[in-house]
Each structure stands twice: as structure tokens, then as C-alpha cells.
């Protein structure tokens, strides 16, 4: 059955009341009950939840064949968390596990082997790359892996449609009782966003820290009313990888010049006035828009009232010098976020509900003005892919990007028009992460589009003085100067659902097929391919 | 406005604010520097490229310049110098491929400039390109070449103006880079001087600290003070920065519209000298107040001015 | 044009390609890498061997190494290693066998 991006879903995968993708307001007023954990009361006072090791805690959470178990990404590549359990599941001869991880990094490569071995049988994650993306994308996971945003994942919990049966928690610090937080520590991150409905939700919580605190440890991100065990092990990461030093502001002439026309196109928009909201990623383009916005701002005599999502310096700097009110963190990727937050007034953690879940009563990314983020590929219809490459191998992550795309009023995606010989701008993604539908602004290095859906952004930058082009001619420009690319071929076999983040289905991955270069026309020549 | 004055339709005489060098040898620089919209890019066979690559980058410019759409961004080649055995070659993989000019580096003599303008002549008829079609740029980088500007400003037809280069001068003087530019002041000074005498356009040198934009930002600005025409540049993110100085205030595109206005009017009626503003106008100011409009035009702002 | 000695052309760096040929008894022998391989390697081959088949080359052993080169970028590379692996001396014949 086709989708609302064209997508076409086999039958076989909308058993269960499963959906095709019907756009982004579909669910609008939809009825559910959220599901409760199953818990074990811990009433004796002297009871300690202190364990001496992992492979304790998982014997007494009682994890069995076929279960699920959670992590967050708060480490980022940097995580030691997750290897470390999953080591222990294997030699407890625990198998056909599935992982549900906010999401997944280089960090994690050794769970490639799990998955080849039959210990890892199931993945749902944001992001999929590394030895884990070719495991799956060459078909050596037993189930398919389901792919969600960031609120999709939280809704996917807050809706009964992943079950965690054990949540192992890195946490940079925690008391005995499993108050943790993000804060402190040997391996500080700052916030533990993506954890906290894994604890309130999942039957058995398991917080792994590597700095014991004494109770209370306050405020706690990670409340331990929910928490079964605490595990102290040496060290749940590498510091180093998980708190970037300052990303140096790119240099790049080209994500300069596009950085220097997206700020351009945000303040010749209605929504840059006294008081608006903003949001970005952290690659080099994005990043650098903060620059060339904190002139306008001051030019103009306009504050911001709060920024979203990951943060990194830029926009730590611009909260200390009074430029922005307030910050909602819900992930910190260098140095000087992991030191603000919590610090700075003004500078505050939520989670990742909070942050994106689109089917829940208060997500702040609907009421975010603008959003800048990037992309691998967007195709005509302003459809966007993060999580395929051009080899059709799952490589990237949905992350926040279809949600604070489809929460925000103006979202604009920054993205050269071809990178090497690929093309960014083409005529069909080769994975829909992120509907067209969310997209309103393409700021290219050869130009900028506007959705045929947003005439009135359209307007407000053609009176700014801002020149247009259509983003078919932007494609048309990319296949002139890299030429017209052939289709990536796949096999049949689905390994990897992509969600929308209301849980319909957006499209999904194929089997990459062994590439075959077919020569029967090379006549008298001789081909080989390397 | 349309039709009071005319962006000058001479090639010699177009808008060269800045002039971007490109390593002729490196595919990722050539295949799009026009669109950081510089006037000018000058692909580089000389000092960018190693001895012995020479070849290979004259088949990467060759295939450049006959496949890449620079829109309307000019294509210079700098080839090798006279005292190198490449020069012969260059030029005609340039005239082959198209090129809308050369620059000589290194330029001493008149003589030096007559040798390659007989080279671009047997490879215009070599290739079938329209004769006088290839135009040339001197680049003057030693103290003889400074003291025989005026000779090399009018060796040729084809020559649409003059640069200079630093670096060898520099050291020919015993001198290094100074904040002030005093030890280039003999230099510009006199350069300027002769390109002007001959009606021909002159470019200052490049500035190659790029962590330095305040002190480029400086350079640019005496530049313009002094009456250059344009700069040669060395990354892309020195563009902004020459368009922005050297694009006319809104009150210098007004006045210049006006002068224009008056002369054209008066010129009508048979008065030779008369006042706008209260200043004395005649004929004289004709070029400059057509060349600052051409200025606004290119830098997008001749509309808002109005 | 005959092959006399391998040649070398281009680089390894992103946008560019290294072209190198050898002498070959008969035929042409391509060996071809590239990241871009599953859409764009039957362009990459149809370069090549149109150029190969412009210089008159009938006989060679030539490898591609793409790190994603523009057309243009691999014709002048092809052409390089050619003029190079041919010993050619004197003026090259552009717009003649230099399509």
C-alpha cells in the first residue's frame, strides 16, 4: 500500500493494525491508554539495591530469551555501557535479545558480532551505522530493526508499542538508592533526556554509574523510586568521547556561505522578531549559522526566548551574553554544554517526552519558530533522508530531525548540492526520514527553494531581496554537473522499518544487493571490478 | 534608470573587483569556485603546481575550461614564466581550451609581453578562436618590472591591465609584509601611476594570512583610497569583503547618476562645464561617475540607491 | 597511441581520481575502484573507455581508483597517463586526439 510520500509498504508489514504513513497530523485526537510497568515493591528501609556486578543484576531482573533491554546514547562514542552488558548477556548464554537504544554509535561496532551469533536478534534505534549498519543492511539481523526519531521512540514506550523488560541506565552519577543524573562524575554528559521514560516505563531499572554519591543526589534526573539496582563499575565511558572539545567553527568557505543565506532567510522571515525560538544541529553548516544570527539579532535589537535540543557552545555563548532567556536541553555534545547545564541560569534539562513526542499534550518542538538541520539527500518533493547512504547502507540517524521538523513553524535545511559526485538534491531519496511535507526551506550552495507548499514564506523572502530557484532546478543543476545517477539496487528482503513518528509506517529498508557492474556490452574489452 | 548609462559591453574594460586564484591541479577548487561569485578566477599553472606536474595540470584546465559553465565569472590562466621551458605549451592549452585570458607573471619588458601575445596569436589561428579574443594581464613582481609599468601598460592591445605581486618584490627589496603596506608603497604607487597613464585597469597584490581578516579588511580599504581596480585573492572568503568595500556608498551612486544626467543633458544643449550640487562638472567626470554606476550595478545595490 | 611504460596520472584526494596504465600483449584491461561505485561506475567506464578510444589506445592495462572525480576530471587524468605512459614528445594536439 502507498504512503502519503509515495512509498509503497508491503501488506505482509501492516498486520496488527499497523499503518501506512498518512501524514503528520494524522493521529491528531487519537485515544490510547499508556501502559504500566510491572514492578517489584522494595519496602524493607534496609534493603540495599547496591549490586557488586552487571551480570548480577541481570540474573536477578531476571532477563530470559527474547526479552528487551534499553540504553541511552548520552555517552555517545564514547559509551561503554552497552558492550559491557550485552558481553555479560552473552556469557550468561542469554540470547535472541532485542537492544531498544535512544541510539546507536561507532562505539557500539562489537554488537555486530551478537548479531551475527544470534545473541542480538532485534534492533529499534535512532541511530544505525558502522559494523552494526552493514550487519543489518546485509541481512544478518534475525528480525527487521525499527527505525524512530527521538519522540517516536518515547511515543513508541508512552504508547505500549516497545516493552522494555530490563532499562540499564549509564548514569555519570547516582546515589545507592538510584537517584541519578547526568551531571558530575568521571564521565559527566550533563542530562539524561533519553533515559527518563525508559525508567518510568520499563519493568526493571538498572542504573550503572562510575561515581557513587551520597543520598540524596539532587535534583535527579533519573528518579529512584523507579530504580531496582545500582551497579558501580570502573568506568561506564571515555570522557574524552563524550564531551567534544569546542567544536572549531567551520572555515569552510562553502558552509560559510550557506550558513551566512540561512541566517539571511530566517530574518527575512514573519517568525524573527523579539521573543522567537530556535533550534539546530550540530554539523559544520548548522553550527555556523549561530554566528552569522548573532549579528542580525543585535543589528535588529531582538532576543531569542529559548533554544531546543542538543547543544553545544554557540549556543551556550549566546545564553551567557543575554542573547537567548532560556535553553531546554535534551542532549549536550561539547564541553561547555555539559558545564552549563544545570549551571547557568536559564539553562535547563527536560526529556525527551518533553522534547518530541508528538502524541503527547506539551512536545516543545511545536512550538518551536525555526529549526536548521542538514541532510544526506533530498529529493523533489523535499522528502529527507539521514539514514541511508548513496550505497543504500544504513549509516545515520532520524535523531530529533522529523521532530523538531515537523514541530517547527520554519524548517529550513542547509545541505550542499552535491557532496563528491553525490548528488544531494535528487529525484528520490533512497530512505524517507523525514516527510517533505515538514520541510519548508532548502538553502543550497547553488541557490535556495522554498515548498510550493509555503507561498508565503516564498513572498516574505522574495521582498527581502532574496533570489529563488525551484528545487527541481536545483536537481536539475546537480545531475548537470555529477550526471544522472543510477538507481542504488536492492534485494527483496525488508531489514529495517523506518517510522514516522506517530508509528506509522514511513518506508522501510531493503537487503543491500552484492553490487554487479553487467558488462555484456564491453565487447573486446576486459572488465574487472575491485 | 534603465538605459541613462550602460555597463561598458568592452571585455578589457569589465568589472574585476576580485581575481581568485585556483590550482589548476586540484579538481576539488575548479569544479565550482564561480559560485562564491567572484568577477574573475585565475586558474593557477605556476606556483600551485609542482615541476613535474606540469602536464597533468594542463589536461585538468583543458578539460576545466571546456566543460565547466562558469556563468559570468571570467577565466584567466596564469601560466609558467618566459625563464621556464612551459610557457609555449600553457598558452596553447589555454587558447584551446577556451580561456578568456592570460596573466604573465613576471613581467620585466614590453618585450615580454609582445612574446606571448605572438604565442596567443599562432594558437588563436592554431585553434580556429577569434583573433584578439585571448586577453593578457601582466603580473609586475620585481623592481625592473615596477620601473617599466608604463612600457608594459601599453605593449598591447590585448592587455587589460596590470598586477601586482608581492611576494618576489618584497624580498627583491629586502623588505617582508608590513600592517602599514609602507614597503609596497613604491611599488602600488608607481604601478598605479603607469596603468592609469595607459587607460588600463591595475590590481593590487594578494594577502595570504587568512586568520588575519582584520588586517586584509585594512588592505582592501587602501586600496580603494589609492584607486585600484581590484585585488587578487587567495580563498573565497575574502570575497565578501572586497565587494563590500568596494561597492559605492548610496550617496556617491546618487551623485554619480546625477553627474551622468547632467552631462548627457548638457551635452544636448552644448554646455561644456556646469555645476551639480554646486560642483564644477565637465566631461572629465564622465568616466568616473560611469564607472562607480558600474560598481552599484555589479554589487546589486544601483536598484536600492534609486 | 602505443603504451611503452606505466604511467601515473591524478591523486588519491576526494574529487579526484589516479589513473594508471601499463603496457597490455592485447586489449584493454580495466580495473575500476570507486566510492561511488554503485551509481556511477557504468559512467566511470564509459569515460574511460571513451577516451581510451579517442587517444587511439588499443592496448593497455589501466586501473581507476575514483574518489568520486567529475567526467572532465577523469578524461584529463586518462589523458595525462596516456600522453605520459606514450612518451610523447612535442606540442600535444588539443581539440585532435585531446578531444
Redesign the interface.
Known amino acids: 500500500m502507498k504512503n502519503a510520500v509515495g512509498r509503497d509498504i508491503p501488506d505482509f508489514l501492516l498486520q496488527g493494525g499497523r499503518e501506512v504513513f498518512q501524514g503528520n497530523n494524522y493521529k491528531d485526537g487519537a485515544i490510547y491508554t499508556k501502559p504500566g510497568p510491572t514492578v517489584r515493591a522494595a519496602v524493607k528501609p534496609e534493603e540495599s539495591k547496591i549490586l557488586p556486578s552487571i551480570r548480577d543484576a541481570i540474573e536477578l531482573c531476571g532477563l530470559k530469551d527474547g526479552m528487551t533491554v534499553s540504553f541511552h546514547h548520552h555517552f555517545r562514542d564514547g559509551d561503554y555501557v552497552v558492550n559491557m552488558v550485552v558481553r555479560e548477556i552473552e556469557s550468561l548464554g542469554i540470547k535472541d535479545i532485542t537492544i531498544a537504544a535512544s541510539s546507536l554509535g561507532d562505539a557500539h561496532d562489537p554488537l555486530a558480532a551478537m548479531i551475527e551469533s544470534g545473541v542480538v536478534t532485534g534492533i529499534q534505534t535512532s541511530g544505525i551505522r558502522g559494523k552494526i549498519g552493514d550487519a543489518v543492511s546485509n541481512g544478518k539481523l534475525k528480525g527487521r530493526a525499527i527505525l524512530r526519531s527521538h519522540g517516536g521512540r518515547v511515543r513508541a514506550i508512552e504508547q505500549g508499542e516497545l516493552h522494555i523488560d530490563v532499562a540499564f541506565i549509564g548514569a555519570p552519577t547516582s546515589d545507592e538508592y538510584g537517584n541519578a543524573r547526568g551531571k558530575g562524575g568521571k564521565s559527566d554528559c550533563g542530562v539524561l533526556s533519553y533515559s527518563v521514560a525508559d525508567a518510568k516505563y520499563a519493568d526493571h531499572v538498572v542504573v550503572i554509574t562510575d561515581t557513587l554519591v551520597p543520598f540524596p543526589n539532587l535534583p535527579p534526573s533519573i528518579d529512584g523510586v523507579d530504580v531496582d539496582y545500582v551497579v558501580v563499575v570502573d568506568e561506564i565511558g571515555d570522557p574524552k568521547k563524550i564531551a567534544s572539545q569546542a567544536l572549531r567553527m567551520t572555515q569552510d568557505p562553502r558552509n560559510l556561505m550557506m550558513a551566512e543565506n540561512c541566517a539571511r532567510v530566517m530574518a527575512a522571515t514573519p517568525y524573527f522578531k523579539d521573543g522567537f525560538s530556535f533550534q539546530t544541529g550540530a554539523g559544520g553548516p548548522s553550527l555556523a549559522v549561530n554566528r552569522f544570527l548573532e549579528s542580525i539579532m543585535t543589528e535588529r535589537g531582538i532576543k531569542m526566548r529559548w533554544a531546543l535540543g542538543g547543544i553545544t557552545k554557540p549556543t551556550v555563548d549566546l545564553l551567557n551574553k543575554g542573547l537567548i532567556n532560556c535553553v531546554a536541553d535534551t542532549q549536550d555534545f561539547d564541553v561547555a554544554s555539559v558545564q552549563s547545564v544545570h549551571s547557568t541560569p536559564g539553562h535547563y534539562e527536560i526529556s525527551t517526552s518533553q522534547y518530541a513526542n508528538p502524541v503527547n499534550k506539551g512536545a516543545f518542538v511545536n512550538k518551536l519558530d525555526f529549526v536548521i538541520l542538514a541532510a544526506l539527500e533530498i529529493d523533489v518533493d523535499f522528502n529527507v533522508n539521514v539514514v541511508t547512504g548513496s550505497d543504500g547502507v544504513l549509516r545515520g540517524a532520524p535523531g530529533g530531525h522529523p521532530d523538531a521538523a515537523g514541530g517547527a513553524k520554519c524548517t529550513i535545511i542547509v545541505a550542499p548540492l552535491v557532496r563528491g559526485r553525490i548528488p544531494t538534491v535528487c529525484d528520490r531519496v533512497v530512505t524517507v526520514t523525514t516527510p517533505g511535507e515538514s520541510i519548508d526551506v532548502l538553502v543550497t550552495d547553488y541557490g535556495i527553494a522554498v515548498n510550493p507548499s509555503r507561498p508565503d514564506l516564498a513572498d516574505a523572502l522574495v521582498s527581502a531581496g532574496i533570489p529563488l530557484v525551484t528545487i527541481r532546478d536545483l536537481k536539475m543543476k546537480a545531475y548537470s554537473i555529477v550526471g544522472t545517477p543510477d538507481d542504488v539496487e536492492f534485494d527483496d528482503r525488508i531489514v529495517a522499518v523506518m517510522e514516522a513518528r506517530d508509528g506509522t509506517i514511513l518506508d522501510v529498508v531493503r537487503q543491500v544487493k552484492k553490487f554487479d557492474l553487467d558488462i555484456s556490452d564491453a565487447g573486446v574489452f576486459d572488465f574487472k571490478i575491485v | 534608470m534603465a538605459g541613462t548609462c550602460e555597463v561598458t559591453s568592452d571585455p578589457k574594460k569589465r568589472l574585476r573587483r576580485t581575481m581568485l586564484f585556483l590550482n589548476a591541479q ?3 577548487l575548479m ?2 569556485a564561480y ?2 561569485g567572484p568577477d574573475s578566477v585565475i586558474l593557477d599553472l605556476e606556483d600551485a603546481v609542482s615541476e613535474n606536474q606540469k ?2 595540470a ?3 584546465l ?3 575550461l ?3 559553465d562558469y556563468g559570468t565569472v571570467e577565466r584567466i590562466v596564469r601560466i609558467n614564466g618566459l625563464d621556464t621551458p612551459h610557457w609555449p ?1 600553457d598558452v ?2 589555454s587558447v ?2 577556451g580561456a578568456d585570458g592570460i596573466r604573465i607573471p613576471k613581467c620585466e619588458r614590453a618585450c615580454d609581453v609582445k612574446r606571448i601575445e605572438a604565442a596567443i596569436e599562432d594558437a588563436e589561428r592554431e ?1 580556429s578562436r577569434e583573433p584578439g579574443c585571448t586577453l593578457i594581464m601582466a603580473a609586475i613582481e620585481s623592481p625592473r618590472g615596477v620601473l617599466n609599468a608604463l612600457d608594459i601598460c601599453e605593449s598591447s592591445e590585448r592587455l587589460f591591465g596590470v598586477a601586482i605581486s608581492g611576494g618576489d618584490f618584497r624580498a627583491a627589496m629586502r623588505t617582508k609584509y608590513y600592517p602599514s603596506g609602507v614597503e609596497m608603497a613604491s611599488a602600488r604607487g608607481n604601478v598605479l601611476l603607469a596603468a592609469r597613464a595607459a587607460g588600463v585597469q591595475c590590481f593590487d597584490t594578494v594577502f595570504t594570512n ?1 586568520d588575519d581578516m582584520d588586517g586584509f579588511r585594512a588592505e582592501v580599504i587602501m586600496n580603494r583610497e589609492m584607486g585600484f581596480d581590484g585585488k587578487s585573492i587567495v ?3 575574502q570575497i565578501a569583503i572586497v565587494h563590500e568595500i568596494f561597492t559605492p556608498t548610496d550617496k556617491e551612486i546618487r551623485e554619480a547618476l546625477r553627474v551622468v544626467r547632467a552631462l548627457r543633458q548638457n551635452a544636448d544643449e552644448g554646455v561644456g562645464v556646469f555645476l551639480v550640487d554646486g560642483k564644477m562638472i565637465d566631461a572629465a567626470f564622465l568616466s568616473g561617475a560611469e564607472h562607480t554606476i558600474a560598481l552599484a550595478r555589479a554589487s546589486g545595490v544601483l536598484g536600492e540607491a534609486l | 597511441m602505443d603504451i611503452k611504460r606505466g604511467a601515473v596520472s591524478g591523486t588519491l584526494e576526494s574529487s579526484d581520481v589516479q589513473v594508471t596504465i601499463e603496457p597490455a600483449a592485447n586489449g584493454i584491461w580495466l580495473e575500476l575502484s570507486s566510492s561511488v561505485m554503485n551509481q556511477y561506475s557504468r559512467q566511470i567506464r564509459q569515460v574511460v573507455l571513451n577516451t581510451l578510444s579517442n587517444l587511439g589506445v588499443e592496448r593497455a592495462n589501466v586501473t581507476v581508483v575514483d574518489r568520486g572525480a567529475l567526467d572532465s576530471t577523469i578524461k584529463a587524468r586518462v589523458e595525462c597517463a596516456v600522453f605520459r605512459a606514450s612518451e610523447w614528445e612535442g606540442a600535444i594536439p588539443w581539440q585532435g586526439l585531446v578531444k
Do not use: V
Open positions: 586540484r579538481p576539488s569544479k565550482d559560485i562564491y602536464d597533468a594542463r589536461f585538468s583543458y578539460n576545466n571546456r566543460s565547466i605549451e596553447r592549452a584551446a581550451g585553434f587568512l580563498n573565497p572568503r
